[in-house]
DNA sequence: CTGGGGCTTCCACTGGGTGGAAGAAACGGC
DNA sequence: GCCGTTTCTTCCACCCAGTGGAAGCCCCAG
């Protein structure tokens, strides 16, 4: 461009991408002004530079004569992948990494635990592998989702005939809604041979605003349970630390 | 701009956008000579630009080399209203104006129907307010919307106590499991007398790769109940308009 | 080794972009 | 109803950032 621009070295596409920037959680609608104070640009810059963002639908502008994110945005926004897997990743290393058993990672999907992702060595313990699906209620990851659903939602999974593939595995109602109080309690799930005889579990829920977005899961061999509690806080704190960083991702600053 | 611009005119605005533009639905990974190709720009151009884009995390280039919508525009996504609202408007404006009867938009919310939006006249049949929610079961839109989810859903809510609100509430789960699967044959749901005496409804589901979006309904006073047959074609084609709008809108063309 | 497709870099040329300022419109206090 | 304030819109002289053709690079298949 040219003209009297006060910043030479500013490109349009970074003008541009920096007043759709000027949207966050913290500020879903924003006035003209407010766009210009937030990305740092003159007024009748931006403007220009919205009047045509609307014309493309890329904002737009509601009955109160505020902006906000446009269908363009929200069309091109579903085809992105949800940056979960991304953004937990780095979290799930660490974790194996500081602890050096085989960890997980787990989303709800329908009435089953997928898993999307695990981080593991060479421990002897059987590996559910990626996009694999199993029942909630014998797995830690999947107590620790099932924990932090709406009610409605625990009840209907509680009223039914529960699957059970070991003799451990927990299927009186009564008796799993007191271990989901009881995860709901601790921050985390424990899963003893409820799935797979030989193996031990658990497992923290990714909590945004509340939901369970995802869970985290680590498996050891049954001899070893004990070490289960020694595992829980780097656990807690791979979870917390997703959790963080995918608000942030949702919320950014 | 300038240069030897071969097509002056043209503000770089446009360009950014013309480049994000050329993801969609069916081409939701592009290399750089598609999205060229896509936008009708030089090859040099886009490569400039969406370096850019890339550096601010608007587009993201995959282990593949193809370039994907990136998580600055997954964020800004997450702004944009959901347009369903927006989308089905026109048609239940058109479906009020074509059969002069109180009709409504409805969601699911959990395990019960949230009425999101309606158009009405001075037909004295009660209506249920902006953001009212009721359960499924009495009620056409919700039973329409049931009708369509996925099966665990459909078994977990049957198999609890279901709420009668009239002694026409049809709450024997396999009555209303035979009612469902007459739901899905026909297309649209009815509900007589089955949320309040006095009135009587007709539901047809929005679906949208399969999955219920959304409902339409119409609602009568119970002694004109015969004329709800006559009320269900224009039921289904403004439901199944407002799937073909809201599908296009989610991929476009 | 050669051809081809896709990507990257370079650079002479130029017209689209800039922002201060003035004017219009909407708002709010008294 | 009047007037100061805030927000939006329009205008325009100035000029540098943007453009795209072309040449070079890299990798892979034949």
Same sequence: chains 1, 2.
């Avoid at 269908?71 to 940056?83: H, S």
């Avoid at 981080?119 to 830690?140: C, E, F, K, N, S």
């Avoid at 309690?185 to 797979?196: K, Q």
Wanted: proline share 8%; charged share 25%.
């Amino acid at each position: 461009m040219s003209g009297g621009a006060r910043d030479p070295g500013r490109s349009v596409t970074s003008r541009v991408l920096a007043i759709l920037g000027a949207f966050d959680a913290a500020h879903p609608r924003l006035t003209l002004t407010e766009i210009a104070g937030r990305s740092g640009m003159a007024l009748s810059t931006v403007h220009r530079l919205v009047a045509e963002l609307e014309s493309w639908r890329a904002v737009r502008r509601g009955d109160d004569g505020r902006y906000r994110v446009g269908r363009l945005i929200w069309e091109l926004g579903r085809l992105a992948p949800d940056p979960l897997q991304e953004i937990a990743r780095p979290w799930l290393q660490d974790l194996f990494a500081g602890t050096g058993e085989n960890v997980h990672l787990a989303v709800r999907d329908g009435i089953e635990v997928r898993y999307v992702d695990s981080v593991y060595g060479t421990r002897d313990v059987p590996i559910v592998p990626r996009g694999g699906r199993l029942p909630m209620h014998p797995t830690a990851a999947g107590k620790a989702l099932l924990a932090h659903e709406p009610a409605w939602f625990v009840t209907s999974y509680l009223s039914r005939p529960l699957e059970r593939p070991t003799p451990h595995t927990i299927v009186e109602p009564g008796r799993l809604a007191r271990d989901l109080a009881q995860v709901r309690l601790r921050g985390y799930a424990t899963a003893h041979e409820e799935m797979t005889l030989g193996s031990c579990s658990a497992g923290a829920p990714v909590l945004v605003d509340g939901r369970p977005v995802a869970a985290v899961g680590v498996v050891l061999p049954s001899r070893r349970v004990r070490e289960l509690r020694r595992l829980a806080d780097p656990l807690l704190a791979a979870a917390d630390g997703i959790a963080a960083a995918y608000r942030a991702a949702v919320a950014p600053p």
